[in-house]
């Protein structure tokens, strides 16, 4: 499988002037706008390129940062990961 971004998920990176290629420049960004806002086809491609230890590795390093709390939450059930201690798994103004 390739590892330049596919045709549809480079609707996710319109604003930038080679998507193509974003996957060798900046992974981490691809990584995030995929988990977030990918659909089926994005995420089936992203798990091609990507194996479930990369993503699981993603995650624990950069997934409270980058994606949104639910999204984040999401990953870490789908992907079996615990939950990681700190400020951000406690009661908060707006829980999910």
């Known amino acids: 499988m390739s590892d330049e971004l596919p045709e549809n998920s480079r609707r996710l990176f319109a604003h930038y002037d080679d998507p193509g290629h974003l996957v060798t420049y900046a992974p981490e960004l691809v990584i995030a706008r995929l ?31 980058l994606l949104s709390r639910r999204s984040h939450r999401f990953w870490l059930a789908a992907l079996d990961r615990p939950e990681p201690a700190g400020p951000e798994t406690g009661a908060s103004l707006w829980p999910l």
Request: glycine share 10%; net charge negative; proline share 3%.
């Open 35 to 65: 988990l977030e806002e990918g659909d089926r086809a994005d995420l089936q491609w992203l798990t091609g390129v990507f194996s479930a230890e990369q993503l699981a590795d993603w995650l624990d390093r950069h997934g409270p940062r």
